[in-house]
């Protein structure tokens, strides 16, 4: 049987209310940025991505990386 550790995004005080789409949001952004300024290898980027692939739905990721990779998405990574 496969140890397999499920988690999910812990408490972030920015984010007191149960509505997190902007802690889906900031995450995502969060995320991009420490690519961009610290490379894929940085790990500690890697806490961002387990956040938004946690809380935010799978349409928004995709529908997002569609339009980072267009030019059109509306946050400043």
């Given amino acids: 049987m496969s140890a397999y550790k499920m988690e999910t995004a812990p408490f972030d005080p920015r984010f007191p209310n149960q509505n997190v789409t902007r802690y889906c949001y900031q995450s995502y952004i969060d995320f991009h940025r420490c690519v961009k300024k610290r490379g894929e290898d940085f790990a500690p980027c890697n806490y961002f ?23 059109t998405f509306p946050g400043r990574i």
Avoid: L, T
Wanted: charged letters at 40%; hydrophobic letters at 25%; one cysteine or more.
């Fill in 49 to 71: 991505k387990k956040v938004y692939k946690s809380m935010c739905p799978n349409a928004w990721v995709e529908k997002w990386d569609d339009q980072r990779e267009s030019g």
